[in-house]
């Protein structure tokens, strides 16, 4: 009897420990140095630094890249797991037909806080009041963008706020079903503190939406997104980018095309 209850006692702690940091197994951030700040404050005029106070947690960093925000839509970008936004920042200006906002999570970037899924969100609601009161903005000159990651968070976004366009690159439907393609179902239901179940709303978003999948997806199954593109309810477009993986999707010369024909679909 003794024998089972310390093997019981033995599973609890193993279950609890990996409760504790199933979130430092979820996000990676990236800090931002010197030497890349310095090259950001020489792309010019366009490229504006954002700030958005997060309450009790001093606040998070990020830019706005005002091409035209007269005539062009505005997208809100969200990252990677393991990215910091301001490197997408110069192909961003050269390539993608739109105004970009970009702001690095919690703990990533120059960002203060740590990362939680429902931080996550709520910044995203609170960033997009903000630049949305700022800039005059109303919800159907406006789409998300999100990576990965951040495919949960630019979801949400558009969902809550009723944005008309969103981009999707190599999405998925729930962390808990990309982990339990690697990990027992039932492990992961019990150690997953944060896990963006995209699925839960992605049947109610209004606005037409593009997801891109690298053919090679080496980080989340082709499945993942073809169950997220399934839930969608609403007008929907899968492009397959071909011969890429998911940390080259975007090195691909199909894929800005495809995104910028998207946005003057929905934003004439």
């Known amino acids: 009897?003794?024998?089972?209850?310390?093997?019981?006692?033995?599973?609890?702690?193993?279950?609890?420990?990996?409760?504790?940091?199933?979130?430092?197994?979820?996000?990676?951030?990236?800090?931002?140095?010197?030497?890349?700040?310095?090259?950001?404050?020489?792309?010019?005029?366009?490229?504006?630094?954002?700030?958005?106070?997060?309450?009790?947690?001093?606040?998070?960093?990020?830019?706005?890249?005002?091409?035209?925000?007269?005539?062009?839509?505005?997208i809100f970008y969200f990252g990677g797991n393991a990215e910091e936004v301001s490197l997408n920042i110069e192909d961003y200006l050269a390539q993608v037909d739109a105004n970009i906002v970009l702001v690095n999570y919690r703990g990533y970037g120059q960002s203060a806080g740590r990362p939680r899924e429902a931080d996550l969100k709520s910044d995203a609601l609170a960033l997009f009041d903000s630049v949305a009161r700022e800039h005059g903005l109303t919800p159907d000159r406006c789409g998300a963008w999100g990576r990965s990651l951040g495919s949960s968070i630019a979801s949400y976004l558009v969902w809550k706020k009723?944005?008309?366009?969103?981009?999707?690159?190599?999405?998925?439907?729930?962390?808990?079903?990309v982990a339990a393609g690697v990990y027992p179902a039932w492990l992961v239901n019990l150690v997953l503190t944060d896990s963006h179940r995209t699925l839960d709303f992605s049947g109610q978003i209004r606005a037409d939406t593009l997801i891109l999948a690298a053919a090679r997806d080496e980080i989340i199954p082709l499945a993942r997104t073809e169950a997220m593109y399934d839930s969608l309810k609403a007008p929907k477009e899968l492009v397959m980018v071909q011969g890429t993986g998911h940390n080259t999707i975007s090195e691909s010369r199909e894929y800005y095309p495809v995104i910028n024909l998207f946005l003057k679909k929905i934003f004439p």
Not at 8 to 35: E, I, M, N, Q, T
Not at 163 to 175: A, H, Q, R, V, W
């Open 1 to 74: 009897m003794k024998i089972i209850f310390l093997i019981g006692l033995a599973f609890v702690l193993a279950v609890g420990g990996l409760r504790f940091v199933s979130r430092k197994l979820l996000y990676f951030p990236v800090s931002l140095d010197r030497a890349r700040q310095q090259q950001l404050e020489s792309l010019g005029p366009a490229v504006k630094e954002l700030t958005l106070q997060i309450k009790d947690k001093g606040c998070l960093k990020g830019w706005i890249l005002e091409k035209d925000m007269e005539n062009l839509p505005v």
């Open 162 to 177: 009723n944005l008309k366009g969103l981009i999707l690159t190599c999405p998925f439907d729930s962390i808990e079903a």
